[in-house]
């Protein structure tokens, strides 16, 4: 299921997630299981709504991860 959304934590994204790649993994994912690329005016308020709480579960969940055995990135 969503294999375009990309993984958000390191090692796979060096650098911490902006809000912009949150926002549109959060986007993706409520794309995909509401089946709706973009939702009719009718169901525009619900389907914003939950980009938004997905998107704030998804920025919660990356805060509390602890990433262990990483080794440090080096610029090259």
Avoid: W, Y
């Amino acid at each position: 299921m969503c294999r375009s959304i990309k993984t958000l934590r390191p090692p796979a994204l060096p650098e911490e997630a902006t809000e912009d790649d949150i926002r549109a993994a959060a986007l993706q994912f409520v794309r995909k299981v509401s089946g709706f690329r973009a939702p009719a005016a009718h169901n525009r308020e619900v389907f914003e709504h939950a980009v938004d709480a997905v998107a704030e579960a998804t920025a919660e969940l990356l805060s509390g991860l602890e990433v262990r055995g990483r080794t440090a990135h080096r610029a090259s």
